[in-house]
Nanobody, 120 residues
Framework: QVQLVESGGGLVQPGESLRLSCSASGRIFTVYNMGWYRQAPGQQRELVASVSDSSPMYADSVKGRFTISRDNAKNTVDLQMSSLVREDTAVYYC???????????????WGQGTQVTVSS
């Protein structure tokens, strides 16, 4: 069994920063891609940032403000968010493509979500 656990959400004012963390645990064989998605009320879930073996990629709306980082040894991925704006308000979900010990194929796993609210 594999789990993703997120932490770090909260309420901040516009222009402030926030850091989200996600840890993958369980019977993991290999972690491939890791990333962050978000879903605002009434909106579809969208990719914010992801990182694999190559360079990280970002949604246009967060380029230059958000930084994704990954620790392969710990199976963790962080999202440093700076210069936050109201439009960043959403539930943020950690996502990872993982092959578990019990499987021959990788599958997507999701965290439970953490609320980020940007408001004055």
């Amino acid at each position: 069994q594999v789990q993703l656990v997120e932490s770090g959400g909260g309420l901040v004012q516009p222009g402030e920063s926030l850091r989200l963390s996600c840890s993958a645990s369980g019977r993991i064989f290999t972690v491939y891609n890791m990333g962050w998605y978000r879903q605002a009320p009434g909106q579809q879930r969208e990719l914010v940032a992801s990182v694999s073996d190559s360079s990280p990629m970002y949604a246009d709306s967060v380029k230059g403000r958000f930084t994704i980082s990954r620790d392969n040894a710990k199976n963790t991925v962080d999202l440093q968010m700076s210069s936050l704006v109201r439009e960043d308000t959403a539930v943020y979900y950690c996502n990872a493509l993982i092959r578990s010990v019990a499987s021959v194929a990788a599958r997507n796993y999701w965290g439970q979500g953490t609320q980020v609210t940007v408001s004055s």
